[in-house]
């Protein structure tokens, strides 16, 4: 894990062990709130150690910007904290979370002690805030990769935790891709000193603008290629041969795991155009 301080008493945990999953932590003069969590014990029980023995903070919130088991599952390390995320976020890891870790308790060992946490406070419309010593932490929708995305904008500090609405491969699977869209346009629109994205390297104010509109090219590059595809007699033989170089990314992305993502947003969006 790396850790980064990315403005005053705000940190940044980036997982070496999952594709450079972030995790955040806002430090308060008398209690701590994590923001997402990373997905293997010892990574979390790092943050832990940090903020609780060496801040001396204990944490009292931990929220959830979205289900997905690489953001969730370092919450029950947390067995003090009250858990804030989307009603949504409760309803999908009550259901596919649960799901999800079961499967992957079977693949890892290292998963067996890890519990599903059901959040404790929830909200959907409008959104929530949460006051953190003198700071104001603005939890707001920010679907479209998951229909229970949140960002949680530091108000003072300017800083924005996205969840996975941003990351360097946008990634629509789970998600809607007009929702994406709508989205990632409120983002330059807000004032940010910082954008910690989902996964991978925080982006500095005077590249907020141009990362997102790289992330809309490539939206917009692969519905180019979707629509052709679909047109074809083999659709699948045609996406087979669009790699993701040639939409405007790096494969090194993510671990290396850019490749795969990118064809799975293909046939996903595939799927939903037939
Ligand atoms: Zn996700």
Redesign the pocket.
């Known amino acids: 894990m790396v850790r980064e301080r990315v403005s005053d008493n705000v940190y940044v945990f980036t997982s070496e062990l999952y594709a450079q999953v972030n995790a955040g932590a806002i430090v308060g003069p008398d209690w701590s709130v994590v923001v997402d969590t990373l997905a293997y014990p010892e990574e979390t029980n790092e943050i832990r150690d940090f903020l609780e023995n060496r801040l001396e903070s204990p944490v009292r919130y931990v929220i959830n910007t ?1 289900h ?1 088991a ?2 969730t599952l370092g919450t029950c390390w947390f067995s003090d904290a009250i858990v804030i995320s989307h009603s949504l976020c409760r309803q999908l890891l009550e259901t596919k979370g649960r799901e999800a870790l079961r499967e992957a308790k079977r693949l890892n060992r290292e998963l067996w002690d890890v519990h599903v946490i059901s959040p404790d406070i929830i909200f959907s419309e409008g959104g929530i805030s949460l006051k953190v010593g003198k700071r104001t932490l603005k939890l707001v929708h920010l679907p479209g ?2 229909e229970d995305g949140i960002g949680v904008l530091l108000v003072e500090d300017r800083v924005l935790f996205s ?2 609405i941003m990351m360097p491969l946008p ?1 629509i699977v ?1 998600g809607d891709f007009d929702v994406m869209i709508e989205s990632l346009k409120r983002i330059p629109q807000m004032p940010l000193e910082n954008l910690v994205q ?1 996964h991978g390297e925080v982006i500095l104010r005077g590249e907020v603008g141009s990362v997102v509109q790289d992330n809309l090219d490539y939206l917009a590059t692969i519905r180019r290629h979707v629509k052709k595809a679909a047109r074809r007699r083999d659709p699948e033989g045609y996406l087979a041969k669009i790699d993701v170089e040639s939409c405007g990314k790096s494969r090194i992305l993510l671990n290396g795991l850019a490749e795969d993502l990118h064809m799975r947003n293909l046939y996903a969006l595939l799927d939903r155009m037939q």
């Open positions: 979205h997905h690489d953001h990769h998951s969840g996975d990634y789970d989902g």
